[in-house]
């Protein structure tokens, strides 16, 4: 089972081996995959996995993005004639697995699709010519021989709507496509390095698996019923068999904890190969950042009787307003329709366009919204050209500050409810003053911060604590940098100051204020006493803060003779 790497210059690769009885995997390796898609964040590529299962009968399980189109056929014709191949399993439809379906479909037109009901009509729309299909639902099973049994177990929303899983009885292998996955690009082909992947498997499920906490709960429950899972057959990032139980278990607990959350917020959006999708995501991460749960929705493959009841019972309602045009215009408007009948006057609402012309107007549906009484949770977002990191951080942030209105009473409650002598004691805990600043591309972010702690000598690290809905959180992940700028005492009020306004989504934290640019690219903050560059090693996760352990790369002082701001606080309740 040895993996045979081909290379070739763009850093687009390929990588083959057999991972079991009568299967093999195909890993196309994208080294340098762009960090346009908020899940991207930690910048280490990914992997588009496909697999072929051979019994008597053959199935190829999902394609790879047609930027592999030439690789992948390559790779493929080597490993099988494609008349050989009987069925194609669509996990679902997105087009970084689905990418090359038209064109299996060009060359092997006897060739049968397997897969959901919606997964089937979406390709209807996406492939643009008859094909033999098979819709597949839970619990069914397609017999290819020589004890390869698949049996398909339903997913709806991991992390899109069509969505299917497919179980191997003769290999106990599961092929679950986006669930499991992560954004990792390297040369191991299984999970043998946990510690060097947990970062890449945590941010991936925040991105992607954390606004649908609830339907990774049904769907695991779902596959409880399989018999024993030996190996994960991800669509994304090493194949999990070395720690199948553990890594299964953290999404369960992750989700078990996303759907307790007391308040959820109603994220619609339309999977339409376009931006509705990504946008959601960064909106619904915004969200989950701050402890509320979100439940995603797709208008064009809705429930009418669930959206009504799931609007009823929001607190928060997120729309993407789909597509005057195009075939399922009735199915959406319908969905609208039901979702304006179930809001009521307590919510909070955000809407985002994300085409200009051809979309369903804002105005009109944020007047009715306005006069049925809900409150605009962040101002409508309207977005004319492609989207940048710069769109997706405010879209993030949108999203935070809807989660931040929706938790702020909650957490005053909290706050006060500390026993006093408690409070007045834990406030004697004191720190300096710091402001953190990053840049990353072209989205920045910065934070006052005081619960500052050096942490060690050799490499020189210290620790800070961000709590989980700050802005600048996403921009300081394993591997990330940023500067520690510390504050000078009598000479910081004015930074303090600046630094504390509220900023509205995607603002820019920098304007007007005085910086120079660090090597590593973050911005130097020119009133400050010292500065340190700094890279993220490790994050520790605490109910309401990320620990972020950094080492420091270098580092200045301007003012030698001047001493650090300190922060001395009365209670232990606020920083
Ligand atoms: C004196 C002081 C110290 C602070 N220290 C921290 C800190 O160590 N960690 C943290 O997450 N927030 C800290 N904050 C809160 C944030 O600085 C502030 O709420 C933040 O800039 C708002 O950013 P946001 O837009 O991301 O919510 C502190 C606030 C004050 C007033």
């Known amino acids: 089972m040895v993996a045979t790497p081909i290379k070739t210059e763009n850093r687009l690769t390929m990588q083959t081996s057999v991972i079991a009885e009568g299967t093999t995997a195909i890993r196309s390796l994208d080294w340098d995959r762009d960090r346009f898609d908020i899940e991207f964040g930690l ?188 190996l994960v057959a991800n669509g994304h990032g090493p194949i999990l068999q070395h720690n199948v139980a553990e890594l299964m278990g953290r999404y369960r607990d992750w989700s078990k904890a996303q759907a307790k959350a007391e308040k959820v917020v109603a994220v619609f959006y339309v999977s339409d190969y376009g931006w509705s999708d990504r946008l959601s995501q960064a909106i619904a991460r915004g969200i989950t950042k701050t402890g509320v749960g979100v439940d995603m929705v797709d208008l064009k493959a809705a429930d009418q009787q669930e959206v009504q009841e799931l609007v009823s019972r929001a607190a928060g309602v997120v729309i993407g307003m789909p597509s005057l045009s195009g075939p399922n215009t009735k199915e959406t408007t319908a969905t609208l329709g039901t979702i304006l009948a179930a809001t009521h006057g307590k919510q909070f609402v955000g809407l985002f ?155 820019d934290r920098f304007a007007g204020i005085n910086t120079q640019k660090a090597e590593n690219g973050s911005p130097i903050l020119g009133d400050a006493l010292a500065y340190l560059e700094c890279e993220v090693v490790s994050r520790m996760e605490t109910s309401d803060h990320w620990i972020v352990y950094s080492k420091v790369d270098r580092g200045r002082v301007s003012h030698p003779d001047a001493l650090t701001a300190v922060h001395h606080r009365k209670v232990g309740n606020y920083y």
């Not at 899109?160 to 003769?170: Q, V």
């Not at 805990?429 to 060690?456: P, R």
């Open 43 to 230: 910048q280490n590529g990914t992997t588009y996995n496909s697999y072929i299962i051979r019994g008597e009968k053959t199935a190829l399980v999902d394609t790879s993005h047609e930027k592999f189109r030439e690789l992948y056929f390559n790779t493929l014709t080597g490993l099988i004639d494609l008349k050989e191949i009987d069925y194609l399993v669509i996990s679902h439809t997105e087009p970084d697995h689905s990418g090359l379906v038209r064109d299996v479909l060009e060359k092997a037109p006897h060739i049968t699709v397997v897969g959901s009901k919606v997964a089937i009509k979406f390709l209807e729309e996406l492939v643009n010519r008859p094909f033999t299909q098979e819709i597949v639902k839970n619990g069914d099973t397609l017999d290819l021989g020589n004890d390869h049994v698949l049996e398909f177990v339903n997913a709806p929303n991991l992390h899109w709507p069509d969505t299917i899983f497919s179980y191997d009885r003769a290999t106990q292998t599961l092929f679950t496509c986006d669930a499991f996955g992560l954004h990792y690009c390297k040369d191991d082909l299984y999970d043998e390095d946990l510690q060097a992947i947990s970062p890449d498997y945590r941010f991936y499920y925040d991105c992607l698996m954390a606004p649908n906490a609830r339907s990774v709960l049904s769907a695991m429950k779902r596959m409880d019923k399989l018999g024993e899972v030996q």
């Open 353 to 507: 366009e994300s085409y200009g012309d051809d979309d369903e107007p804002i105005d009109p549906l944020l007047n009715k919204l306005r006069d049925a009484g809900l409150t605009e949770g962040f101002p409508a977002i309207r977005i004319k050209d492609t989207p940048s990191e710069a769109t997706y951080q405010l879209c993030e942030e949108a999203g935070t500050d809807l989660g931040q209105l929706l938790t702020r009473d909650r957490n005053i409650k909290q706050r006060k409810s500390l026993d006093t002598d408690l409070n007045k004691a834990m406030g004697r805990l004191s720190g300096g003053l710091y402001i953190l600043t990053a840049q990353k591309g072209d989205v920045n972010g910065a934070m006052l911060a005081s619960w500052v702690t050096q942490a060690s000598f050799e490499p020189l690290g210290f620790t800070v604590a961000v709590a989980k809905d700050r802005a600048i959180e996403s921009l300081m992940q394993v591997g990330d940098r940023f500067v520690l700028n510390i504050l000078e005492e009598g000479n910081y009020q004015h930074l303090m100051k600046h630094f504390l306004k509220r900023f509205k989504p995607g603002e």
